[in-house]
């Protein structure tokens, strides 16, 4: 497998045969730094960007001094501002100071001019000349403090590691003297950056560090160590844990087993044996519930097959609203409001208002969806039989001072009026007048909600 830092065939070819090709020097700065972020996304411009360093750093790798100019100015367009923030900011102090005595000729005087004026602040001016103008131009006279320029550069490195600082890179030129003199062919330059840059073999990240030494601790040797006793008292016996290597369900496997039936749950209705498994683990650890991939969605199918089991499910959730927890139980609330009014639903919501305080707001919107479900069955029968369910419902309700009915009095009194040929209508009608004039108590006796 290629080293991720390395770059691969098509890269290289990009690279040296398109944006830094001797063709491509014709044109401006700009024009190479815009052709090099074209064809190279933004997640690959460091690794590029190695990949030139390496190329800038050896003099025979690029064939012109052109083409050198246009390997800069791709560096320094990678991060041009602040420019101490370069990640190849060190490196351009070293090809500042490559003229001094004992260092590399690593740049020539068109370069490092070229490069002064990119770290002092390009001009517009500056990035319109074409790289082969750059490299040609007369800088005799123009007169920077390279050394000024590269300390401010060096400065970022004060806060690398002492052995960070003293790295290396891996490749090395041969100090012997060049049997061919001129420029290599370019046969032979592509050969040398492939077996460089491509490949397992790459090398264009790699560095020569020192080893961190980690010398062990010399053994304490003092009067007062601590010296070790052997009792000559038995030895104590031995305490046997007898609960190890015993297997035990774990919670993953528990979480699954629970997954599956929730999902059978929502399909049919569920036996006794498979009801008392789900509802013991749930009580168990109730964080269950939220592991056990419930979704709202799947509420109305399981109220319909399993109405215990959706009340246990959220009675946990709303349990987790009232504590510090952070709780979705509001979702599940949306969904039931949003069902169709059955037996099976209005148990659900009477039994969760007898076990938890529920949002007043969520009753009175439930008790609304109710009427307005009544009012749009077509069918006689099915009409009749919800007002029944609903009004067995609402005095459970009332009765029970699960709901503020003065908040829906009008809107269930109409409800009363519109369906009053019903008994059940007819007597909740009679509840709310008993409130109204304030001539009996709504406590009592709460009617079972049961189908008829």
């Known amino acids: 497998m290629m080293d991720s830092t390395c770059l691969s065939q098509l890269e290289l070819t990009t690279l040296l045969q398109n944006v830094l090709s001797e063709n491509a020097m014709g044109s401006s700065v700009e ?33 012109s001094s052109a083409q050198r100019i246009g390997a800069i100015c791709v560096l320094f367009q990678l991060c041009p501002e602040p420019v101490i923030n370069n990640p190849f900011a060190a490196f351009f102090a070293q090809l500042l100071e490559s003229d001094k005595p004992g260092k590399p000729p690593m740049a020539s005087p068109q370069e490092r001019a070229f490069l002064a004026r990119l770290v002092i602040g390009p001009s517009r001016e500056v990035l319109k000349e074409s790289c082969r103008y750059i490299a040609s131009a007369d800088v005799s006279n123009i007169a920077f403090d390279y050394s000024k320029i590269a300390l401010g550069l060096q400065s970022r490195q004060k806060s690398y590691p002492a052995r960070v600082r003293a790295g290396r890179s891996c490749v090395i030129a041969d ?3 060049d049997t061919q003199p001129g420029r290599p062919d370019s046969q032979s330059v592509w050969l040398t950056a492939e077996s460089l840059l491509v490949g397992d073999t790459g090398v264009c990240s790699r560095s020569f560090e020192p080893p961190f030494l980690r010398p062990p601790p010399p053994l304490h040797v003092a009067a007062d160590e601590i010296v070790w006793l052997n009792p000559s008292t038995a030895p104590p016996a031995i305490q046997w844990d007898f609960t190890m290597c015993v297997p035990v369900a774990t919670t993953q496997e528990t979480e699954t087993e629970l997954k599956s039936v929730l999902q059978q749950a929502c399909k049919s209705v569920l036996t006794t044996p498979q009801q008392d498994f789900f509802l013991g683990k749930l009580n168990a650890d109730p964080d ?11 509420l109305p199918k399981l109220i319909e097959y399993n109405p215990l089991i959706a009340i246990e499910l959220l ?39 007898m076990l938890v305080e529920l949002p007043m707001e969520f009753i009175h919107l439930y008790i609304s969806n109710c009427i307005s479900q009544c009012e749009q069955v077509v069918e006689k029968y099915l009409q009749n039989r919800q007002v029944r369910l609903v009004c067995v419902f609402l005095q459970s309700m009332i009765r029970n001072q699960h709901c503020n009915i003065r908040e829906i009095f009008i809107e269930v009194q109409a409800f009363c009026i519109e369906f009053s040929r019903i008994r059940e209508a007819a007597g909740l009608f009679r509840l709310l007048q008993s409130i109204e004039e304030g001539a009996g108590s ?10 008829t």
């Open 175 to 177: 100090p012997g003297p």
């Open 442 to 451: 709504i406590s009592g006796e709460a009617p079972a909600i049961t189908a």
């Open 31 to 63: 024009a190479v730094w815009q052709h090099f972020s074209k064809e190279f996304p933004p997640a690959t411009h460091f690794r590029v960007g190695s990949a030139v360093m390496l190329l800038l750093a050896e003099p025979d790798l690029l064939s």
């Open 315 to 353: 009675l946990k959730l709303s349990m987790k609203r009232h504590s510090s927890e952070t709780s979705d139980v509001t979702v599940y609330f949306t969904e039931i409001i949003t069902m169709e009014v059955s037996l099976h639903c209005m148990e659900v919501v009477n039994r969760l208002t």
């Open 288 to 298: 269950l519930v939220h592991h056990i991939a419930l979704t709202p969605k799947k």
